[in-house]
């Protein structure tokens, strides 16, 4: 089967072509041009053909090393440095090396799991809940790795696809205590922490430096999803593990396109430019997630608000009972309906590792034009709501104003029961 992500996303194309109004708020994409520099650079080395290292290209690694350290004070060697066409690749290439039982948060993204399976790797899912801001709880992972014998590898996602909430420093240090202690492998997705939105943001790796691998990007934050660039950043305590990802490398996609990795070299040179254009990337996106937020608590949506990325993750449990009375019992029925009725994409909780039950969705707040707003805000403009969500974000105001419309009439059922 097809990934959810990509599936939700040809079908709204199909929708489109025929000729029906379609709000796409089921793909997680960038809605933000890539940074002019770094396309500049891209055309500039468009001609390069050699290939390059398996592991990457050497002024690349120095610059994803470089980077860490003037980002986040992390003292890390280029030679630890992997580069892949995609973190997604190198998240498989790692289970595939690695051969670990997978442990998960539910909810989670959605192709950790199917890797694991094509693999013939055992898939274990630990709940969360809505009232902890569907984060992983200690206690949680502390009696799962009790009961799971045998190697664990952990993929903790923060800020997370699908909720948009990271994880408290206080959760991380308990997390990587726990994971020492079990001799757990941590896989730390920070695909999305460029995109937090603001004050000081934490990584496991922070607290467990040997036993973590962080994997990043330029897909969500340089907005070159297509690109497919990853990066993974190992510690010296796995480097057999990093030495024997190069050798299925080798075998497999021997190299990332050479002109694309002459181009990241900018992206992760940073600048003013690009601090730029990440600080109005991450007001756009912090502004119309707290309006979507705000707008279903108000028409009694059950919401976390998102601190990072571009999700959120509704419940439309309190709903149930007036749901069913429209046949809707799952939230693949609550997508289908809300798709079939508004011309809105977006996924169920369970692509995501929630039951199938559940009403619950993951919205992708990226139906913008992202290249207008960053032209808006780098002349001095500025957001102020109600008018700009309908002036610069008219598809998502739609979309919002429409679910929580229908819903509306059920609000003082809810308060009678």
């Not at 997390?175 to 001799?183: L, T, V």
């Not at 279903?296 to 709903?319: D, M, N």
């Amino acid at each position: 089967m097809i990934s959810p992500t990509l599936a939700i996303n040809e079908r709204a194309k199909e929708l489109a072509v025929a000729g029906k109004k379609v709000i796409k708020l089921g793909f997680g994409q960038s809605p933000f041009p890539v940074p002019e520099s770094v396309v500049n650079s891209l055309s500039r080395h468009a001609g390069q053909k050699d290939y390059l290292p398996v592991s990457g290209f050497a002024p690349l690694r120095e610059a994803v090393a470089s980077f860490y350290q003037r980002s986040y004070d992390m003292t890390i060697a280029p030679d630890q440095v992997m580069i892949g066409p995609g973190s997604k690749e190198l998240i498989f290439q790692a289970q595939l090396a690695m051969k670990r039982t997978l442990l998960l948060p539910s909810p989670s993204w959605v192709s950790y799991a199917p890797q694991a399976e094509m693999l013939g790797l055992p898939v274990h899912w630990m709940d969360t809940t809505i009232e902890d801001d569907w984060c992983l709880q200690a206690e949680v992972l502390e009696q799962t790795c009790k009961e799971i014998s045998g190697e664990k590898l952990l993929i903790l996602n923060t800020p997370s696809n699908p909720t948009g909430r990271a994880i408290s420093r206080t959760s991380l240090i308990e997390i990587a205590d726990i994971c020492r202690r079990h001799g757990v492998i941590v896989i730390s997705d920070e695909i999305y922490r460029q995109l937090h939105f603001g004050g000081e943001t934490h990584s496991i790796a922070d607290y467990y430096p040997e036993g973590t691998i962080i994997s990043s990007g330029l897909s969500k934050w340089c907005g070159a999803g297509g690109w497919r660039l990853g990066t993974f950043v190992f510690p010296q305590a796995l480097s057999a593990l990093q030495d024997l990802m190069a050798v299925q490398a080798s075998e497999t996609f021997s190299c990332v396109s050479a002109p694309i990795q002459h181009a990241a070299v900018v992206a992760y040179q940073g600048g003013e430019a690009v601090s730029t254009y990440l600080h109005h990337s991450k007001i756009a996106l912090q502004f119309i997630s707290r309006y979507i937020q705000r707008t279903f608590q108000e028409a009694g949506i059950l919401c976390p608000h998102a601190t990072g990325g571009f999700y959120l993750f509704p419940s439309f449990e309190p709903f149930r009972d007036h749901l069913a009375t429209l046949g809707i019992h799952t939230g693949a029925q609550l997508c289908d309906h809300i798709l079939n009725t508004f011309g809105v994409t977006l996924l169920p909780g369970v692509a995501f590792g929630r039951p199938e039950a559940e009403l619950s969705f993951r919205l992708s707040y990226v139906d913008f034009d992202g290249e207008a707003i960053l032209t808006h805000l780098h002349l001095g403009g500025e957001f102020t709501a109600p008018t700009s969500v309908q002036a610069f974000f008219p598809n998502i105001h739609t979309a919002i104003s429409q679910i929580t419309s229908w819903v509306t009439p059920f609000q003082p059922l809810l308060m009678k029961d």
